[in-house]
């Protein structure tokens, strides 16, 4: 069954047979020095840089976009390509406690992997969805994971970020940073990299 919050179409991909990648993160990993010196500048509670419209959750997005603009220490803009752009998304996702990751086009989105390197915790609004090696890792370790139509309800998402405790964050937080390598892409491939995990998967 597909709904506008899908982060694929039906056909699009067998989950028979099909592995499904992570993208190269679009911006610098954020390493444990990093991570220490943005740790008290993450002052933006949740962060968007991107097309608020896509062919698929076009409708989900545009609600979300309509409800957050106005949120209390949000920050949703269109965003640019090119190196400014990839800037600018870089220093957004290091400056906030949560980045939203809304479903696109395609099974999988690079914000979330931008969001994982950048130590900001992901929030993945979607009704179905498949994640790349999610037989193997915990996605509920590093992300908030919700649905569509509790996402686009006046206030909710804003009020739920805000209810989580300050222990369940810095255990996402310390988990992100645990959980990097697996999405970094290297020559020689490294263990439990992406490519270790793809041939993991692949011989199930």
């Known amino acids: 069954m597909d709904s506008p919050g ?11 047979k099909d592995l499904i990648l992570p993208y190269v993160p679009n911006v610098d990993l954020c390493d444990a020095n990093c991570l220490s010196e943005n740790s008290s500048k993450r ?3 949740l962060f968007f840089r991107g097309r608020l419209k896509r062919n698929a959750g076009g409708k ?3 609600k979300l976009g309509a409800e957050l603009s106005s949120a ?17 998304a870089q220093k957004g996702m290091r400056r906030s406690m949560f980045c939203l990751c809304p479903a696109g086009d395609t099974p999988s989105s690079a914000r979330l992997f931008d ?5 900001c915790i ?7 969805l498949e994640l790349p090696f999610e037989g193997l890792l915990d996605y509920r ?7 569509s139509g509790d996402a686009i309800q006046p206030g909710w998402l804003v009020n739920h970020l805000r209810s989580l405790g300050p222990t ?3 255990g996402l937080q310390k988990n992100l940073a645990q959980y990097s390598r697996h999405f970094l892409y290297s020559s020689p491939a490294q263990p439990l990299g992406p490519e270790d995990l793809t041939w993991r998967m692949g011989k199930w």
């Open 6 to 16: 899908n982060w694929y179409k039906p056909g699009q991909i067998s989950l028979e």
């Open 43 to 45: 002052t933006t509670l």
């Open 60 to 62: 989900v997005r545009a």
């Open 72 to 88: 209390k220490d949000v920050i949703i803009t269109e965003g640019t390509a090119g190196d400014e752009g990839k800037l600018a």
């Open 115 to 119: 969001a994982i390197v950048s130590g």
């Open 122 to 128: 992901p929030v993945i609004v979607s009704d179905e």
């Open 141 to 147: 370790k590093i992300a908030v994971i919700v649905s």
């Open 168 to 170: 369940h964050i810095k």
